[in-house]
C-alpha cells in the first residue's frame, strides 16, 4: 500500500484541482532513473489509468501506479512539509537501501 498524508493530498489537490478525470483527481507515481541516488519518484497529473495499474484511494485523491513500479513503492509514504527552506513532497520508503540528502531520490 502507499499512503499519502493528509498535508500532501491537500496541497496536490491545491496544485491540480482539476485532473480532468471524471471520478475525481488522480496523481500517478513512479520511479525513472536520475537523482543523485539512483532512482527518483515522479508525481503527475493524470486522467485515468492503464490497464494493469494499481489504484490506492486516499481521501479524494487516487493514486495510480504501474505494477513495474510498485515493488519499489509498495509501503511509501508521501508527505508535504510547507517551508521556505526544504519545503516540499517528501518521500519515506522502507524499500530503498540508501537515499539522497533531500529525499527526492533513493537507490536500492
Partial sequence: MITFTPAAIAQWLL???????????MVRLSVVAGGCAGLKYVLEPVSGSAEGDEVFAHEGLAVVCAPDDLARLTGLRVDYVDAMVGGGYRFEN????RSCGCGASFGE
Avoid: I, K, M, V
Fill in 94 to 97: 522502507p524499500n530503498a537501501g
Fill in 15 to 25: 496544485e491540480h484541482p482539476d485532473s480532468g478525470c471524471p471520478t475525481g483527481p
